[in-house]
C-alpha cells in the first residue's frame, strides 16, 4: 500500500501529504513548517551526489560568480558591522570563494563540506557568522543541519542563507529549481518564519533567495 503521509525532515510532523510529482519523483508538503521535499526513495547516494557536485564550475577568479555570491556577502557584511570576526562558510563545494570574498572583507574564515573540504574540527567551535550559498536545499535531513548551525552561532550572531524560494512559484511542477536531481528541500518564508520563531531568531528575507537569520543574544 503506498503511504498516505510522509514525516517532514525539518520539523518532525508527521502529517506531511503529497504535494507534487513529476516523471522522477514525488513531492511532499509539511503542514507545520511548509517545507517542500522529496521522496526519501528517490534520494541520490554519496556517489551519485559527488559526481554532479564535480560538473559545478565555481570558479574564485569568476566576475559574474563573485557577483552572484554578493548578493549574500554585501548585506551579511554590512550587519556585521565591523572586522576580524570568526565566519564559517559552510558547504563551500569544489571551489570556496564565499570565505575568500569575506577574508578579502577582513574576516576570518573557516571552510566546510562534507566531500569536498571535511574538516570536522570546525564544526565543534562557534562563529560571529555562518554563511551557506545554494547548501540547505542539498539537506536530506535539514533538522540535523539547522541543529548543528544554531549550536555553532554565538548569542547575536547572523546566519547568512541563499536558496530559492517557493514564495514566488505559481506552478511548481514545472519550476526549474526542483529539476536538479541534489536539491531536495525547498523552503518558503513561511518555512523560515517557523523556524525563527520556535528557535529565537531575528529573520530578514533580502530577495527572493537571500535570506538572514541573528540568533538573539538571551539564547
Known sequence: MTATTSVCP?????????????????????PRCQLIFADPSSLLDAAAEVSIYQQHQNDPTDVRYRAFLNKLVAPLQQRLAKTGLQGLDFGCGPGPTLSLMFSEAGQQMSIYDPYFADNPGVLKQQY????????????????????????????????GLMTKLTDQVSDFTT??????????????????????????????????????LQKLASN
Open 10 to 30: 525539518l520539523c518532525q510532523d508527521n502529517g506531511c501529504r503529497v504535494f507534487s510529482s513529476d516523471k522522477r519523483r514525488q513531492y511532499w508538503r509539511c
Open 175 to 212: 519550476w526549474h529549481y526542483k529539476n536538479d536531481p541534489t536539491h531536495v528541500s525547498f523552503f518558503s518564508s513561511e518555512t523560515f518564519a517557523y523556524l525563527a520563531k520556535r528557535d529565537g531568531l531575528s529573520l530578514e528575507i533580502i530577495t527572493p533567495d537571500v535570506i538572514m
Open 128 to 159: 560571529d557568522f555562518i554563511c551557506a550559498t545554494e547548501v540547505i536545499e542539498h539537506f536530506y535531513q535539514p533538522a540535523r543541519e539547522w541543529r548543528l548551525w544554531l549550536q555553532m552561532l554565538k548569542p547575536g550572531a547572523w546566519l
